[in-house]
Nanobody, 126 residues
Framework: QVQLVESGGGLVQAGDSLRLSCAAS????????MGWFRQGPGKEREFVAG????????GYIDSVKGRFTISRDNAKNTVYLQMNSLKPEDTAVYYC???????????????????WGQGTQVTVSS
């Protein structure tokens, strides 16, 4: 089992920045890609960003490209999501997740992720 704990969410104004963190514990996540997803009110959960184990590959949805940056520190078993120039449409609960198979690239389908955190709320006011 892998336990994931997200932190860093909050209430901010449009244009502000936040940095989300996701700390993994329990079974090792060595070799596994990880991702950030979000679910807004009345919406389905959507992929936001993903990163491979070695950080050599990253992927983003179009709406956050140039504003969000995913990174990871494998020594700390932690993945981050730096969010700049936040917009009201970024308001959602943000989740981190671990891909279900090792050595994978960037997966956009939430069904391919095996472990999930409890989520952290991000609210952006206009």
């Amino acid at each position: 089992q892998v336990q994931l704990v997200e932190s860093g969410g909050g209430l901010v104004q449009a244009g502000d920045s936040l940095r989300l963190s996701c700390a993994a514990s329990g079974r090792t996540v060595t070799g596994y890609s990880m991702g950030w997803f979000r679910q807004g009110p009345g919406k389905e959960r959507e992929f936001v960003a993903g990163i491979s184990w070695g950080s050599d590959r990253t992927g983003y949805i179009d709406s956050v490209k140039g504003r969000f940056t995913i990174s990871r520190d494998n020594a700390k078993n932690t993945v981050y999501l730096q969010m700049n120039s936040l917009k009201p449409e970024d308001t959602a609960v943000y989740y981190c997740a671990v891909l279900g198979v090792p050595g994978g690239g960037i997966a956009y389908d939430p069904g391919l992720y095996q472990y999930w955190g409890q989520g952290t709320q991000v609210t952006v006011s206009s």
